[in-house]
């Protein structure tokens, strides 16, 4: 996973991008007809009902665009929330509230309904042993923020980029020549290049699972589109020798079976790019 100083070295980069972007060479709006010295205050409120997402994001981006406005927050990232709840409010330059307006509701309106999804779904899978990962079905550009909501929810991140992993899929092992090469020159990669990366095989069946199993070196083995029946038979190959992770077009409807099937993970891109954002907006208080 990605360190510390990358995360903020991400979260930095997207505030100075978001900003560059919506405001250019300034908010003319503004500028045309709102005092400099104006002072205001707004609320952050909720019209919708999910896991609020984004808040210290939020805080990230009015502490960039003015270091002067003060952030009163009332309600935490992870915390569920309803129609009218009042997440937070902001008071200072009324100038700088605005030119940060949309930055702060873009990405928390796309990070809460993240963090809800997930909720969701790790819900549905509790009691048993099984985590909830995400994938790298990100938005491009604000995949830091993406992953960070999952966490909210409750989840947990996957690799972050294709850097930080190995993980080798069906083209891979087809590209490669089989599981085994993969795997061989994979380990010889490693050790040529000094990288203590961890390495995580797909398998499509179970002579698949049985092949990753005859090779070391291999910390987690991907059950991609198994039935529950074969999950099962893979989860027992497995045993100890390694993880178990599901993936493959897995839905609220189906998630619980698998779980049930005993893999340690389920990895969903739908966390990511199959949701609805929450409903937020800024108002100013008067």
């Given at each position: 996973m990605i360190t510390q100083d990358q995360f903020d070295t991400e979260v930095k980069m997207i505030i100075e991008n978001a900003i560059r972007e919506d405001v250019g060479d300034g908010d003319h709006s503004s500028l045309a007809c709102i005092p400099s010295n104006v002072r205001g205050k707004a609320k952050l409120l909720v019209k919708d009902k999910g896991v609020i997402g984004g808040v210290n994001f939020a805080k990230k981006v009015f502490a960039y665009v003015d270091n002067t406005l003060k952030v009163d927050v009332l309600i935490q990232d992870g915390s569920e929330v309803t129609f009218g709840d009042v997440v937070m409010y902001v008071e200072g330059a009324s100038q700088s509230i605005l030119k940060a307006e949309r930055t702060v509701l873009n990405a928390m309106q796309r990070m809460s309904a993240i963090a809800t999804k997930t909720r969701m779904f790790v819900n549905l899978v509790e009691g048993t042993k099984t985590k909830i990962l995400d994938t790298r079905k990100t938005t491009p550009g604000i995949r830091v923020l993406e992953k960070w909501a999952v966490k909210i929810g409750g989840g947990e991140n996957h690799r972050f980029a294709l850097y930080d992993m190995i993980m080798l899929k069906d083209n891979h092992i087809d590209f490669a020549g089989g599981i085994t090469k993969a795997i061989e020159t994979t380990k010889q990669y490693l050790k040529d290049t000094e990288r203590n990366?961890?390495?995580?095989?797909?398998?499509?069946?179970?002579?698949?699972?049985?092949?990753?199993?005859?090779?070391?070196?291999?910390?987690?083995?991907?059950?991609?589109?198994?039935?529950?029946?074969?999950?099962?038979?893979?989860?027992?190959?497995?045993?100890?020798?390694?993880?178990?992770?599901?993936?493959?077009?897995?839905?609220?409807?189906?998630?619980r079976y698998y779980a049930e099937c005993g893999v340690n993970y389920i990895s969903c891109g739908a966390l990511t790019h199959s949701v609805h954002n929450m409903d937020l907006s800024l108002k100013a208080v008067k």
């Open positions: 990366l961890l390495i995580i095989v797909e398998a499509r069946d179970l002579t698949e699972v049985k092949e990753i199993l005859s090779n070391d070196g291999v910390f987690r083995i991907l059950l991609d589109n198994f039935d529950y029946e074969d999950t099962r038979k893979a989860v027992k190959l497995i045993g100890d020798k390694c993880l178990t992770e599901s993936s493959g077009n897995i839905n609220e409807d189906t998630i």
